[in-house]
C-alpha cells in the first residue's frame, strides 16, 4: 500500500470527542512536493486532521503514514520530518523574534557555529530585520505570522503543514506569505494547508479536498472541481444604459447589473456556446468581454448543498 | 529518538526560562520580596515578646534571639515563594502557542519542564543568598563555619528542587493561570505550622503532633542545627527522605500530565 512518492497517506481516518464524530472515514494521499489544500468551513474538522497528522492528536481509527513513518509507532520519526505552523501563534511573546528563532535552531539541533548565520538569513528573508531584536509581543499580525513561519522552516523541514496559515492577515500579508509558501514549493518542499478562502486554495494548490462535517466530499486539481459544477458565466460590460437594456431583451437567459452596465449570460465553457453569445452581441455599445468559470464557491454550494460559513474575504487579486 | 538529545534540549529551555526571567523581572523580585517582608514584620513587630518566650534562654530571650530562631524557617519560606512563582510560570507558559509547536518537534519533551525546573532552582538559589544578607544585615550571627553553610544550601536546593517539580505539576494541572497561583498557597502557610516560628510542644494537641511529622519540620530543624552550628540529629536523614520523595512524586505527575495526549 504504501508509495514511496506520497508524502502523507491517510486511510480510513476517524476521530470522535465523545460521542460526537468529528471525522468520518476520510482519505488522502499527498504527493511529494506538492501542495494540498483541505478546504472546507469552520467545524469541517480541518484543524482535527492537521493535529492528528502532525502528532498533536491520536487518531480512533485508521492508518496513517506522514513522511514515510506511521504516526503512532514512530511519532518521533515523524516530529523530525514536519514543521507546523498552527492558525494561533505558536511563537514565544516573551522573547525576541532572533531569540525566538535561535530557539528553534538550538532544539532543531542544528549545528551551533552555523545558527547564528541561518537566523540572520532567516532574518533578512523575512523582512523581520528592523525587529529582530524586539520583543515579539509588539510585533504586528503578519510579522508574529512571518516569524512563525520562520520558525517552522529553520529546521528545513521537507513536509510543512500550514494550518490556516493567513486567517486574519490583511491583504499585503496575505500576499507575502503566498509568496513564502511558493518559494517553499520551489525547494521541492511538500505543504498540506487547510484553509476556509478558495481563492486561497486556488492560488496555492496542486490538489483540492473539500471537507465538510469531518468527511471530504470531493477531490482534485481547481480546475477539475470547477468542472463539476455545471457552467460559468459570460459578462459583457455595456457603455451605456440604453444599450445594456436593448441587449438584455434579446437574450431570455440573462441576468442584468443596471448599476454595473454589465449582462450576465450563462455559458457551458464551450466555443459552439460563447459564439452564440457573442453573435448576438452589437459590438458598438460593448465595452468589454470576460467569460468566467464557476469559481470555488460555486463548488462548495454544488457539493455540499450548503454555502460555505466562512466570513467574507478580502478581495485579493493575484 | 527523542531523549537522545535530554541534556542539550534542557539547557536550551533553562535559557529561555532565564530570557524569561531576565526580561521579566518583576514577578521574581515580588518573589523575594515576601519573605523579606515576613522577617522584618517577625523580627521588628513580633521580635521582642516572641523572643522573650523562647525556652533555653536564660530570663527570655531578645529580639535578636528570635532571628536567629526564625531564619531557618524565612529561608524555607523563600523556598516555597519561589517555588509559587513556578506554578504561576508553568500555568501561563501552557497557555502560549509555543507549547503546542514543542510537541510537534523531535525533542525530549520533558526538557519543557526541566526548564523551568533548573531556572526555578537558580532563582531559589539567588534569593536564598538575598534574604540570608538581609537576615545578617539584621544581626544574625552564628558558629557555623563554610561546611554547615554549604551543607544547609545544598538541603535548601533539594527541597526547591521538590518543591518546584510540585509546584510545575500544580500549574500543569490548573485549568487557569488564577487557580496556579492559588493550589500552592498551603506550601507558604505550611511553615507556620511546624517548627519554624514558635517551638511546636507550646501548640495544642493535634496541631502539635500535625507541626512535629508535616515534611518542613524535619527541614527546618537540620537547616537550623546547621547555620547555627550544632550537630545535626536523625531530622537529617527524615529531610533528605522527605526531599527525595516529594522531589519523584512531583516529577512523575509532572510528567504524565505533560506527556498525556491532550484531549482535544
Known amino acids: ?318 | 529518538m527523542s531523549t537522545a538529545y535530554t541534556v542539550r534540549d534542557s539547557a536550551t529551555m533553562l535559557r529561555r526560562n532565564l530570557l524569561h526571567i531576565r526580561r521579566y523581572p518583576s514577578l521574581s523580585i515580588m518573589l523575594v520580596a515576601q519573605p523579606i517582608l515576613f522577617l522584618l514584620l517577625f523580627v521588628y513587630v513580633f521580635g521582642a515578646t516572641m523572643g522573650a518566650g523562647l525556652p533555653g534562654q536564660a530570663g527570655g530571650g531578645d529580639r535578636s534571639d528570635y532571628l536567629v530562631f526564625i531564619t531557618p524557617g524565612i529561608l524555607i519560606m523563600t523556598v516555597a515563594s519561589v517555588a509559587l512563582g513556578t506554578a504561576i510560570a508553568t500555568a501561563t507558559d501552557m497557555t502560549t502557542g509555543i507549547i503546542a509547536r514543542f510537541r510537534t518537534m523531535n525533542i525530549a519533551r520533558v526538557s519543557v519542564l526541566t526548564g523551568h525546573v533548573l531556572g526555578a532552582v537558580i532563582k531559589t538559589v539567588v534569593s536564598l543568598v538575598v534574604v540570608t544578607a538581609v537576615a545578617f544585615l539584621l544581626g544574625f550571627r552564628s558558629d557555623a563555619g563554610l561546611l554547615d553553610w554549604l551543607g544547609a544550601g545544598a538541603l535548601l536546593v533539594l527541597l526547591a528542587f521538590a518543591l518546584t517539580w510540585l509546584t510545575v505539576g500544580m500549574g500543569l494541572a490548573a485549568d487557569s493561570v488564577e487557580t496556579a497561583s492559588n493550589t500552592p498557597m498551603f506550601l507558604m502557610i505550611l511553615p507556620f505550622i511546624s517548627s519554624g516560628f514558635v517551638p511546636t510542644d507550646e501548640m495544642p494537641w493535634g496541631l502539635r503532633q500535625f507541626a512535629e511529622y508535616q515534611p518542613f519540620t524535619p527541614i527546618i530543624n537540620t537547616v537550623r542545627d546547621l547555620i547555627s552550628g550544632a550537630p545535626t540529629d536523625s531530622d537529617l536523614w527524615l529531610a533528605i527522605g522527605w526531599c527525595v520523595l516529594i522531589s519523584l512524586l512531583g516529577h512523575l505527575w509532572s510528567r504524565r500530565l505533560f506527556l498525556r495526549v491532550p484531549a482535544q
Not at chain 1, 47 to 63: H, Q, R, S
Not at chain 1, 67 to 79: L, M, Q, S
Not at chain 1, 230 to 246: I, N
Open chain 1, 1 to 318: 500500500m504504501r508509495s514511496r512518492n506520497n508524502a502523507i497517506e491517510v486511510a480510513g481516518l476517524r476521530k470522535s470527542y465523545d460521542d460526537r464524530e468529528v471525522i468520518s472515514g476520510v482519505d488522502l494521499s499527498v504527493g511529494e512536493g506538492s501542495v494540498y489544500a483541505l478546504l472546507g468551513p469552520n467545524g469541517a474538522g480541518k484543524t482535527t486532521i492537521v493535529n492528528i497528522l502532525a502528532t498533536l492528536l491520536t487518531a480512533d481509527e485508521g492508518e496513517i503514514r506522514v513522511a514515510g513513518h506511521d504516526v503512532r509507532r514512530a511519532p518521533d520519526r515523524v516530529r523530525a520530518s514536519i514543521g507546523v505552523t498552527g492558525q494561533f501563534s505558536a511563537i514565544d511573546e516573551r522573547l525576541t523574534g532572533r531569540e525566538n528563532l535561535r530557539l528553534m535552531a538550538d532544539l532543531a539541533h542544528l549545528d551551533r557555529a552555523t545558527v547564528a548565520g541561518t537566523v540572520g538569513e532567516l532574518l533578512e528573508r523575512f523582512d523581520l530585520v528592523a525587529a529582530a531584536d524586539r520583543s515579539a509581543q509588539t510585533y504586528s499580525g503578519g510579522m508574529k505570522r512571518r516569524l512563525d513561519l520562520a520558525m517552522t522552516l529553520i529546521a528545513r523541514p521537507r513536509l510543512i503543514f500550514l494550518d490556516e496559515p493567513t486567517t486574519g492577515l490583511d491583504p499585503r500579508s496575505r500576499r507575502e506569505l503566498w509568496a513564502i509558501v511558493r518559494e517553499q514549493v520551489a525547494d521541492g518542499v511538500t505543504v498540506l494547508l487547510t484553509t476556509q478562502y478558495l481563492d486561497e486554495a486556488d492560488h496555492l494548490a496542486d490538489r483540492i479536498g473539500v471537507l465538510d462535517g469531518g468527511r471530504l466530499v470531493a477531490e482534485g486539481t481547481a480546475a477539475e472541481l470547477k468542472r463539476r459544477v455545471p457552467g460559468g458565466h459570460v459578462s459583457v460590460q455595456f457603455a451605456d444604459a440604453a444599450t445594456l437594456a436593448a441587449a438584455a431583451a434579446s437574450y431570455a437567459d440573462a441576468t442584468t447589473d443596471a448599476e454595473a452596465l454589465i449582462l450576465q449570460l450563462p455559458n457551458d465553457g464551450s466555443v459552439a456556446g460563447l459564439r452564440r453569445v457573442l453573435d448576438g452581441l452589437d459590438d458598438a455599445g460593448v465595452v468589454g468581454v470576460t467569460v468566467e468559470s464557476a469559481d470555488l464557491d460555486d463548488v462548495f454550494l454544488a457539493l455540499t448543498g450548503h454555502a460555505t460559513e466562512a466570513p467574507a474575504t478580502e478581495e485579493i487579486s493575484a
